[in-house]
């Protein structure tokens, strides 16, 4: 039996898990991998044990979409293991990505301001991190006001923009906010969803977007009154 062969051992474990915990034995991990890593890893055990067949509504056609599934997928096609494993190794590299935003979008979370407003739960926070809307709103968030930090006049991605997003079906429309945030600043750009779930003041897609001059307690302020 190898080092990392997990097959005779009674325990739910797989070799993803046996690697990390020697990998930190003997600290071959950087400090800020850690947290992602151990929580990548672990739903990866959960898949070698077949533990996706106990997570709610199990059959759901949205698993199919779940990397396990679509590694699967790919060489049910025909592609050689080494391009299955190429492919693989990219897209794990991309997950972890994901895994380390969302480690540090739960602390900028927990730092943020939460209230109650006519929207539900509320959270207001700044914080530079792309993926935190989401993350927050998988939470018990109802809506989320966001502002990008100020770096400098010269960096389009930290310009201040600000974000207010609500999850889908939200208890009431985000026209009325709107309306207030353009009074307030007319001269920012200001974007409003139709479907009445998010206002966006600047992103990516519009380099020439104007940021807003009002403060994460104005907008707060704003909300308040609803």
Known sequence: MGMFDHHQ???????????????LETEDIHAK???????????????DNFEEALLDGADDDRYQFML???LFGLK??????EDVLSIGEK????????????????KDIQE???F???WGKTLAVESKN???AHVALKQDIDIIVWRRPMANRYTQENKGFIRIKQKPGGKKSLQPLYDELVKKDPKATWFYHAPGNMIINGSAYTPDAVASHLSLRKVVELVKVG
């Not at 051992?9 to 990998?23: G, I």
């Not at 991998?33 to 898949?47: I, K, Q, S």
């Open 9 to 23: 051992r009674a325990e739910t474990t797989c070799a993803a898990t046996l690697v990390l915990e020697n990998l």
């Open 33 to 47: 991998y850690t947290e992602a890593l151990a929580r990548l890893v672990e739903v990866v055990r959960g898949f």
């Open 68 to 70: 396990a599934d679509v």
């Open 76 to 81: 049910a096609t025909g592609l050689e293991n």
């Open 91 to 106: 897209l794990l590299d991309s997950v972890l990505l994901v895994m380390r935003q969302k480690v540090a979008a739960e």
């Open 112 to 114: 943020g301001y939460t």
């Open 116 to 118: 109650t407003s006519a």
């Open 130 to 132: 792309s993926q935190i």
